[in-house]
């Protein structure tokens, strides 16, 4: 090889290169779905009425210890999977495919009810705003059923939202939280700011369970980097640069907001304020100090367009996994087609407006409370069940590395999947025995085990399904964790199986 | 007709010459129907995700001429991936310019919001629905099929197109696809299930 033909730049090289996504496209991606405004603005102030606990500063910085923790093997992981992106297909390569599949169904499940709480918060949020400011009544659903029709609308046509437009929200709404943040700390209540929120006492007792896992709830969004594996510039480092990013700038948005927040209101008032005011607390608590009020509208503007893009977001993950599995024959080859003009998963987008069009309408006819019940609730059960993903992924890192080290450092592998999978396995377990409490309903209620208890039948079920599978249709079992690599036209073939033997 | 020339018929409408298919996926098809011509002409082979020069003798269509030089210049890359995102990026402009000069197309500039696309109006309407209706009959085995028309179908399934290829989405045509792809010789079929990747994997991260 001689020195000039390795320094002659390659055009086609340098042409994809110009297509490929930075960190910083990657990252807005990741943080689109988290909606930081969403977060500090309705997610904390609800858990404040309905744990009751104050200590979520040092919650988040806890869990985003655990979750940086985790992200090292996950995104050494990334480097190595072809459907990188969806945290069963890592399943299905380190622990086998019935779990994989097993994984599948509780992804689908708890993206679902992410997405679906989003409407319940949405509707409440606007429906207060619209009487305070306009003396309008209008009902809840009526708003939800909006958002839903956008977000039904815009994930079949696939409009591209634009990711400028997207990228000036998401700047837009971290400057609002860092205004109030500084409003906040400059008028401390009682006249001194203390840090009781971010001291072990103001976690303690059975709610830290609750408290950690409305915490992850709060991170949804930090795993997505993956998903551009294949485009980001540098698929090595753009990844994981995005990952930790991402994480670093929500960790200290939330817990930087959190803390103010219990500044300014007083640690010993936050939660009987929260119960009163709802999402309205840090808007409420804003225009307190503020004398004028248009930065609170903007505020309140802003919390809503931030729930709209999250709640599409959610809806195009869950499509997604929709989509890859419908690819994979593991749900039917219907779901893995695309609707020709748009190039949206057709199929995939429907069936997910089928169950958001579902829940809502059950929750208006029901009657139930929009933001407890909806958003809450079904956000931190999403939560619990991403928790338990990241928990099996953690395993499944392990195990990956443990057949094949491919060059990875026993940092990457072993050390920190294994203080990750310690980490949540003490968060598991404290939400799961005090699952009543993080809904904020009676000890005895029966909820406490029916709705974690959802994620075991549908584990179970992804497992026989999986098995069924292998005995019946032994090419598509083969193939299971592929994504698109599971060639759709050509399933029965021996492409897929060069794919699966290869990878 | 030449493969590209034919998937570029099947991809847009032949009233508004508007793409049936989401940007990204039109170019990962014309691009898999460039190396195809490749492959049919014996100077590429693909196996598995991989392509290699067989034969570097130009072949006599200027563009297939153009594509060769190309992959031959750039010996590092060999991944099927890599040609289709490459040669997708230019393969609109090119394959249309090719269908200009053959006198099966005229170029119109329409004016979209801020910036002029280039379109190309195909002079014979027929042309475009003879072009299906041939396939239909390919399909029914009311002609014989070549490794040609095998690949279109492919590319077409591959990349979304079955629907506008069968009018009807009956499972017992869309078995026939399955059959036709299942026929075509590993280069083809290998180099189809690639494209069909692609545009899965650009479904996945949301580049359409």
Redesign the interface.
Known sequence: MSATSSVRP????Q??AR?RLGVLSVIMFALTAAAPLMVVGALVTTAWGAIGVTGFPLGFVLMAAVLALFSFGYVAMSRQLT?A?AFYSYIAQGLGKPFGVAGSFVALLAYNMMQVGLYGVFGAALSDLLKAKFDLGVEWWVLALALWLFVAIMGLL?VEVNSRVLAVLLAAEIVVVVVFDVVFLANPNGGSITVDTFTPSSLSGPAVGAVLVTCITAFVGFEAAP??S??AKRAGTTVAAATFLGLAVMTVLYALTSWAASVTIGPANLVDAAKQQGPDLIFNTAAGHLNSAWIVDVAHALLLTSIAAGALSYH?TVT?YT??LG?ERVLPAVF??????????QAASLAQSVVGLVVIVAYAVAGWDPLVRLFFWMGTTGGLGILFLITATSLAVVCYFGRDRRGENPWTWLLSPVLALLGLGYVIYQALANYANLLGVEPTSGLRWQLPLAYGVVAVAGLLWALAMRASRPHAYRVVGL???A????A??D?GS?EAV?R | MLLADDFFLLAHDERDARPRLSPRAVELGLAGAMLGELVLERRVTVEGALLSVVRWDPPADALAHTTLATVTSEPEHREVRTWLSYLGRTAVESVGQRLVRAGVMRQTQSRRLLKTVNRYLVNDLNLPAARVLRLRRVLTGAEPMYVADATVIGLAAATGLTRHVLWDGAPASVKQVHAAVRSLPPPFRDLVATVEEAVGDAVLAQRL
């Open positions: 390659s055009a086609v090289s042409a994809l297509d459907n992106g696939r998903v551009f294949e485009e195009n997604r989509f890859a690819r893995g087609r695309t609707r020709a003009r748009s190039g949206a998963p994504g698109a690599k060639a759709g036209v050509l029965g073939t492409h060069r290869s």
